[in-house]
T-cell receptor
Framework: DTGVSQDPRHKITKRGQNVTFRCDPI?????LYWYRQTLGQGPEFLTY????????KSRLLSDRFSAERPKGSFSTLEIQRTEQGDSAMYLC?????????????FGPGTRLTVT | AQTVTQSQPEMSVQEAETVTLSCTYD???????LFWYKQPPSRQMILVIR??????QNATENRFSVNFQKAAKSFSLKISDSQLGDAAMYFC??????????????FGTGTRLQVTL
């Protein structure tokens, strides 16, 4: 069990560029979550997957954001036409949906800076 | 919608002393879970302790314990015998237990804990 990993850890991009982040959950975890954390705030829910199905998206997730989880394994989060307001830490978490098990395990995050 | 409030942006405690971090929440649900997560500087968030709302007994994990007051919608974290490694940002979080929900976490704004010698 190697934990949740995210890549890259840091990304600096210019406004208007597209960026893609990757999350590898703990193996066998069937739920995967994306959160966004801005400076001085707690993480805010963006979207989640159960296996390969994206079941809920927050209103925070504008049309410029898209997330996928092909084959129910790793997930990608893409931001198109980045804006300065997208600068934040993007956190991925995974969990196993069985009775009595409901903790979410977080990755180290990808820090995005849009200049 | 549920909300979580942490009214202490920063707290300080001396090594070996005890500190209590406050958290209140608002919900119309009767069944839910509450968590305290720790986020050390530049490191990933880890779970400190959890509490099921249907349990009256307060959760404990070694030096960490909670004071869960369901009627008051209060969920404070007590850290005993504080250590330098406890210095971090602490987040209180709420999760619905209702079936069919996303099980997403709703976080407070966090309390930064400093531990001094």
């Amino acid at each position: 069990d190697t934990g949740v990993s995210q890549d890259p850890r840091h990304k600096i991009t210019k406004r208007g560029q597209n960026v893609t982040f990757r999350c590898d959950p703990i193996s066998e975890h069937n739920r995967l979550y994306w959160y966004r954390q801005t400076l001085g705030q707690g993480p805010e829910f963006l979207t989640y997957f159960q296996n390969e199905a994206q079941l809920e998206k927050s209103r925070l997730l504008s049309d410029r954001f898209s997330a996928e989880r092909p084959k129910g394994s790793f997930s990608t989060l893409e931001i198109q036409r980045t804006e300065q307001g997208d600068s934040a830490m993007y956190l991925c978490a995974s969990s196993l949906v069985i009775p009595g098990k409901y903790e979410q395990y977080f990755g180290p995050g990808t820090r995005l800076t849009v200049t | 919608a549920q909300t979580v409030t942490q009214s202490q942006p920063e707290m300080s405690v001396q090594e070996a002393e005890t500190v209590t971090l406050s958290c209140t929440y608002d919900t119309s649900e009767s069944d839910y879970y509450l968590f305290w997560y720790k986020q050390p500087p530049s490191r990933q968030m880890i779970l400190v302790i959890r509490q099921e709302a249907y349990k009256q007994q307060n959760a404990t994990e070694n030096r960490f314990s909670v004071n869960f007051q369901k009627a008051a919608k209060s969920f404070s974290l007590k850290i005993s015998d504080s250590q330098l490694g406890d210095a971090a940002m602490y987040f209180c979080a709420y999760r619905s237990a209702r079936s069919g929900t996303a099980s997403k976490l709703t976080f407070g704004t966090g309390t930064r804990l400093q531990v001094t010698l």
